[in-house]
């Protein structure tokens, strides 16, 4: 079975948030908070860069305009 980088990106990104969650949630202790954020903000930025890298390249971004041919004219 294959799992393509987006898929993988998707996971690790919502590791992320649920390690985000989790630390606010359950913590006693300031450290444990502070880890729990870093620990998820690295993994939904790891996350993010991963699904970036499966995208193709020939997509255009947003920032590059489309190009458009010129109608063909007869003369």
């Not at 630390?23 to 620990?39: E, K």
């Not at 903000?41 to 991963?50: L, S």
């Amino acid at each position: 079975m294959t799992i393509s980088k987006t898929t993988i990106g998707y996971l690790v990104q919502l590791g992320g948030i649920a390690a985000i969650t989790l630390g606010a949630i359950f913590s006693v202790h300031h450290a444990a908070i502070g880890a729990a954020f870093l620990g998820g903000a690295a993994a939904f930025y790891v996350g993010e860069k991963i699904r970036k890298l499966a995208a193709p390249a020939t997509t255009k971004s947003a920032t590059q305009p489309a190009t458009v041919a010129a109608p063909k004219t007869t003369s």
